[in-house]
């Protein structure tokens, strides 16, 4: 069994940043694409972006691309999300995915249901 468990959201004013980091326990965590995605209230859940298992390569929703940056450190179990320049329209709930791959794999995951894993979500406002 895999859990995740999101941190670091809370209330900022736009144009201020954030970091999500999501810890993973319970299996290999190098062996894991991770993702992040958000929920506002009333919407569909939505890619935000996406890191192989290695931290090779990485994608971004255009909303969110010059300033998101995902990373991870695989000696932490731990992914994370930078979120600068945040706007209020970045509201929402963030969730982190997980999804096993083989370790000869660079893919990144675009939908959320490629996804095997995912934590309970970290709330994020942005006021205006």
């Known amino acids: 069994q895999v859990q995740l468990v999101e941190s670091g959201g809370g209330l900022v004013q736009a144009g201020g940043s954030l970091r999500l980091s999501c810890a993973v326990s319970?299996?290999?965590?190098?062996?894991?694409?991770m993702g992040w995605f958000r929920q506002a209230p009333g919407k569909e859940r939505a890619f935000v972006a996406a890191?192989?298992?290695?931290?090779?390569?990485?994608y971004y929703a255009d909303s969110v691309k010059g300033r998101f940056t995902i990373s991870r450190d695989n000696a932490k179990n731990t992914v994370y999300l930078q979120m600068n320049s945040l706007k209020p329209e970045d509201t929402a709930d963030y969730y982190c995915?997980?999804?096993?791959?083989?370790?000869?794999?660079?893919?990144?995951?675009?939908?959320?249901?490629?996804?095997?894993?995912w934590g309970r979500g970290t709330q994020v406002t942005v006021s205006s």
């Open positions: 890191i192989s298992w290695s931290g090779g390569s990485t």
């Open positions: 319970g299996r290999t965590f190098s062996n894991k694409a």
């Open positions: 995915a997980a999804k096993t791959v083989a370790y000869s794999s660079r893919s990144v995951y675009l939908e959320k249901d490629e996804y095997n894993y």
